[in-house]
């Protein structure tokens, strides 16, 4: 998300658009989104969420008055019930603003202390999955190194956001990587994935390491890391197959949905039930 909006936020200050900010200042109860959120409005254009609904949509078109008339800030209390077009039941208060050269400043200036402060995951391997991991992955709020020798196989177009590594250098990688880091190690040679996986494992502090394969593969590679004096601890932190909930399909795109829903689960919101991570509204 802060990708996306840092990008869009550059590229409108580029072509000299005025942007709206809509901001949820106050939220009690259960609302859609939480306090400090913000989304940013152009008269023909939009970027983030304040969580959908009616009440982004009149949100919408409220900042767009307030681009067109100007004015300083506006707050709006809003019970999300009734009339509101959404039963959340909550109660949220949104500021509408229209943020200055200064404040547009800050506003970068935070999304990309925002950016920095996201977990790194590591993604070997640019193969057909890798591809479509990559373009899933790069949206969530995370920090994605994609790494692979083989230049030609990142495809046309490299997500926005996505560090791509085409030397091969994933011992560099991984050695850089801060503790908490994940990795999901999907290269086009099983050798390689054995090297990777047994040197994170080894390091023993990184929050996720997913392996693509079958669970004869991850038999064998458990094998081997008993034989390099792996612990048993360290090897069953190793998740294979990756992206598995009972969906028999091969497809790389599907793949790639279920590994995603993995690393949001088993990784951003480690610790938690699948319950207990909330979404918001559709606009």
Known sequence: MSMTLRADLARWRH????????????????????????MLVTP???SGTIGGGELEWNGIHRARELLASGGGPVDL????????GQCCGGEIVLTFDL???AELDRIMAGLERQRMAQPLLLLFGAGHVGRALAHVLAPLPLRLAWCDSRRDEFGPVIPPGVMVHDDGDWEGLVAGAPPGSGALVLTQSHALDSLIVASIL???????????????KRRRFEAGFRQIGLSEDRIATMICPIGDRG???????????????EIVTHFLHRGQADGDVEGGDET
């Open 99 to 101: 943020p200055d050269a």
């Open 202 to 216: 080894e390091r023993d502090d990184f929050g996720y390491v997913g392996l693509i394969g079958s669970r004869t």
């Open 247 to 261: 969906v028999r399909d091969k497809r790389p795109p599907v793949i790639a949905a279920l590994v995603a829903a």
């Open 44 to 46: 023909t254009a939009l």
């Open 15 to 38: 072509e000299g658009q005025p942007i709206a900010r809509i901001s949820v200042s106050a939220a009690r109860g259960s609302t859609p989104r939480e306090a400090g959120t913000f």
């Open 77 to 84: 209390r809003i019970s999300l019930g009734g009339s509101s």
